[in-house]
């Protein structure tokens, strides 16, 4: 169901996954992950969908258990990923939702590594966070509840007092797990597809707008 103008939610802090939620990152990882697959002889069609929201070494173990070292497989994906930023973009309305926001009460939770997220927010104008976790912070990562749980931590909340913003279904899951209030963004599913599965969604982050009072943040979406 999109989030109707006039509703308001109300949390304690925002986590927001990083690829699709606020930066456009699609066709690097298309490019990166399709280029993979076609070098260990995988169906890319099957492996991008899942490949979307989850760590490297996560996916490669799903589907390449013939690798022989996947850490190192996972650093080499990794690695280019980070050479190319050709066509990265911040997700509409990230810049200014992002600068309204008390830095105390945001923080970063992707399944990318450290330096790939640093690199990505740099090339998009984002601030990094001051609390942020990446695919070195935990030993579960999405669809598990750990990253969201750590994130709400590292701002000193429970992750139900938290809103989470995600694009894919491991990181949708991840935050339902954490027992998270999540907002799907629309950048990799369809509206039809969040609502059959029946996310609360938003086209983008252009007209959200939060608003600190009483200790509350206050989200809302214009009309």
């Known amino acids: 169901m999109q989030l ?11 986590l927001f996954d990083m690829d699709g939620t606020l930066v456009d990152s699609g066709p690097v990882v298309e490019r990166v992950w399709s280029a993979w697959a076609i070098e260990q002889g995988l169906d890319v069609a099957g492996l991008l ?3 979307h929201g989850r760590r490297a070494i996560e996916t490669i ?3 390449a258990q013939h690798v022989r070292d996947p850490e190192a497989e996972a650093r080499k994906l ?3 990923e980070r050479l190319d930023i050709e066509g990265l973009k911040p997700i509409e309305g990230a810049l200014a939702l992002i600068a309204s926001l008390p830095a105390d009460r ?3 939770v992707t399944s990318a590594d450290e330096s790939l997220a640093r ?4 090339a998009c104008g984002l ?13 579960r990562g999405k669809p598990a509840p750990d990253p969201y749980l750590l994130g709400a931590r590292g701002l000193g909340f429970d992750a139900s007092d938290c ?3 995600e694009d894919a279904d491991a990181g949708l899951a991840s935050g339902h797990a954490a027992k998270a209030q999540v907002i799907a963004v629309a950048s990799l599913q369809s509206p039809e597809a969040l609502d059959r599965k029946k996310e609360l969604w938003v086209p983008d982050l252009s007209r959200l707008r939060v608003r600190l009072v009483d200790g509350l943040l206050h989200l809302t979406i214009e009309g």
């Open 163 to 165: 809103i989470v913003f």
């Open 78 to 80: 990794e690695d280019a």
């Open 106 to 108: 945001w923080a970063l």
């Open 119 to 122: 690199t990505r927010l740099a």
């Open 4 to 14: 109707e103008p006039g509703r308001t939610l109300t949390a304690r802090g925002l």
């Open 49 to 51: 969908p899942v490949a």
């Open 127 to 139: 601030p990094v966070p001051d609390v942020m976790v990446t695919a070195e912070s935990v030993e």
């Open 61 to 63: 173990m799903m589907f």
